[in-house]
């Protein structure tokens, strides 16, 4: 598949060829079952083609993942293999087609990335090499510190770094893309309940008619599960592991220090335009906090927030200049919803035909391609030979 192919289906999924879809079958009534990135952008596809659209959460929009990541787009290392690596170049168009219809706040300004653990460095840079082997695809290149610094002065790179600078990433306020998402679903005509937890599915001669719900019963033909780290007790079968956690820190608003995103050593950071600075760790959890984190908490007790922030700040004052003063407004812990194999999965259940599952790591990067062929694989009941690789039938 060549890019301009790429370009070419990301034309002809702008150019509204959903829109209508519904008229022409008889009415679908269909439920998305999660509220993250994922299932609000789903839901907003379905709802913009003029679909009766139901989108439900047992907590609310953006209570898990999806408000609590690094919020990230990215497409280029270590992203392998190159299936993957297009997959997520074309989330990445997706979410420019996106943005013409939607007041999305995103910053492409591109991503820096360097190592001080040689053992890691290396192994990254193989990697990087079989990357860079995709050529033209993907927009990377290594730079010296002293290019780094000149785009970044306040940030001291290692002397002699090799830094990888990924130019078409972005960063995204994920919760005002929420927020945009759902106005804009309600707007279509589609309907949001919160708190309302999905129970089990009703099917009469094989047919879905309507689902259990914490709210009572509510008609549905079709489903698409996009519930994150639920999504192996929602398909009752095994297609993710273990989810990990992760802690982010957002600043209050900050005089403006970076453009880029950094990800520098043990630490990631990037600043929105309102100069809001948003901090990932990218150590994970110490052994010695396994029991608190076991019922999977998105906060975290005052003792430890102050013991978090410190560390955190702390790792980032060893290579960012000028932080000495900021404030923290909020510090979440978020859990990845990660595949077996690291790869989406996305596509009907074998032996559920009215059943259909979107679930993945980095789906803050995929939301808006992934929106886009589930959409039209829901609606024209097609199949997009761009998610072969991606279908739940390698794990059930
Ligand atoms: C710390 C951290 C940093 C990250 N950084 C990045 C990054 O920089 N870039 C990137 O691309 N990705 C990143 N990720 C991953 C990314 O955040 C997730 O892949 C993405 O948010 C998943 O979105 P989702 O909509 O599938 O899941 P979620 O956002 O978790 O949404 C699932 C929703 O389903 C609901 N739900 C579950 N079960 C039910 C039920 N039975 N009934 C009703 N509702 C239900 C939940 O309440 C939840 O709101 C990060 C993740 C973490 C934790």
Known sequence: MKRRDF?????LLASSSLLGVSGSKPK????VVGAGIVGVTIAYELSRAGVDVHLIDKKYPGSQASGNSFSWINATY?????????????????????????????????????????????????????????????PVEVINSK?????????????SRRIIFSKSDGAIDTDAAIEELTKKILMYGGKISFPCEYLASNIKSGKLFSIDSSLGEIEATKIIFA???????????TVLKEPTPGIILRSKSFKKIIDRMVIGPGIHMHQQDDGVIYFGEQDGAPPTH??????????????????HINNMLEKTRTFV??????????????????PLDGLPVIGWLPNQKDTY???????????????????????????????????????V
């Not at 420019?96 to 040689?118: A, C, H, R, T, Y």
């Not at 396994?290 to 013991?307: A, H, T």
């Open 7 to 11: 370009l070419k289906i990301l034309t």
């Open 28 to 31: 679908e009534k269909i439920l």
């Open 78 to 138: 270590p992203k392998l293999p190159f299936n993957y690596n297009f997959f997520s170049q074309m989330g990445i168009e997706a979410y420019k087609v996106l943005s013409k219809e939607v007041n999305l706040k995103i910053k492409w300004s591109g991503s820096l990335e360097w190592f001080e653990d040689n053992e890691i460095e290396s192994d990254s840079f193989v990697k990087l090499e079989k990357l860079m082997g995709y050529k033209k695809y993907t």
């Open 147 to 159: 290019q780094a610094s000149k785009l970044e002065p306040s940030i001291t790179f290692g002397d």
């Open 227 to 237: 519930g994150g780290i639920d999504s192996n007790a929602l398909v009752k079968k």
């Open 290 to 307: 396994k029991e608190r984190l076991s019922n999977k908490p998105n906060n975290i007790p005052d003792f430890y927030k102050v013991q």
């Open 321 to 338: 200049k000028n932080i000495s003063d900021i404030e923290i407004d909020k510090i979440s812990v978020g859990w990845r919803p990660l």
């Open 357 to 395: 599952i979107a679930t993945m790591h980095s789906g803050i990067s995929l939301a808006a391609i992934v929106a886009k062929l589930v959409a039209q694989e829901v609606l024209e009941g097609t199949s997009s030979s761009l998610l072969d690789e991606f279908r739940p039938t390698r794990f």
